[in-house]
């Protein structure tokens, strides 16, 4: 079983020179802002805007919210300063060379029970364990296939923003039923898209603001506030060829309006 200083040695003597930093999203239903931020590249300017003095050490190695029990290498840092800037502490790093070619690319197997988000990286060092390496650093989610996807907001976000190819190109080429399930209520939207690039324009709009233009999901979003679109997860019901008409895929939604009963207990108006 290899662990992180398997693959990014550091001496013994000079372990406790490091903070370890579990770099995840402030609010608990937007955990994956982080790793968003790296997939922008402004993950060492997400990491230096601070409430607290949280890296007062020489060095700061970060581990960013990859999923359940996984983290994504994100560097190491060299702690140089830190000011109060109105409201927070800024700090001023330096992004070392050491692992400087696995960012984005180690994956951390650690389950982490507690809450605290800065340790010492040398009470905890044996137990990050090796996942994986991807062969190319981190930047969204391959297209999985049309049955398999489903999406959280935030991997939305980074795939529409990053415009993916290998999610632009097939989301934009193909019509179909789409389903949004509220993961706090359980409640349901389904929708559909055709038109000028199909899936990819219908959920831009989404990735743009929450809600599509929906009118429950925009009374949610302006209830509850933005953040509140974090629970929405995608999914696609089913897909048609852009031959078929565009009345086809409404009957269709229809169809599954009523199998999931979207109306009645869901997000679905009509």
């Not at 830190?82 to 790093?93: A, I, K, N, P, R």
Request: aromatic share 14%; net charge negative.
């Amino acid at each position: 079983m290899l662990t992180f200083l398997d693959i990014v040695p550091i001496k013994e003597e000079n372990l406790s020179d490091y903070k370890l930093h579990f770099a995840i999203g402030v609010d608990s239903s937007n955990k994956k802002e982080p790793l968003y931020e790296l997939s922008r590249n402004k993950f060492k300017n997400w990491q230096e805007h601070q409430q607290n003095k949280n890296f007062e050490r020489k060095y700061i190695l970060s581990l960013i919210y990859y999923g359940k029990n996984e983290w994504i290498f994100g560097g190491i840092y060299n702690s140089r300063d830190v000011e109060w800037v109105e409201d927070h502490y800024s700090y001023d790093t330096e992004l070392l060379d050491k692992g400087k070619d696995l960012i984005g690319r180690l994956v951390i197997g650690y389950e982490k029970y507690y809450r605290q988000s800065y340790c010492l990286f040398e009470k905890w060092c044996d137990e990050l364990v090796v996942k994986e390496i991807l062969r190319e650093p981190y930047t969204s989610e391959p297209f999985p296939g049309y049955e398999k996807v489903l999406l959280d907001f935030e991997s939305l976000k980074i795939i529409i923003d990053e415009e993916a190819p290998s999610w632009k190109s097939p989301l934009s080429s193909i019509k179909g039923v789409y389903v949004i399930t509220d993961e706090e209520t359980g409640k349901q939207y389904v929708g559909s898209a055709y038109g000028e690039n199909n899936f990819w324009t219908r959920w831009s709009d989404y990735a743009n603001n929450g809600h599509g233009g929906n009118k429950k999901l925009k009374k949610i979003i302006e209830r509850k506030g933005e953040e509140y679109a974090d629970n929405f997860q995608f999914s696609i019901l089913e897909i048609r060829p852009n031959t078929v008409g565009d009345e086809e895929v409404i009957q269709r939604e229809s169809h599954w309006k009523d199998v999931l009963g979207s109306r009645e207990f869901g997000y679905n108006e009509n």
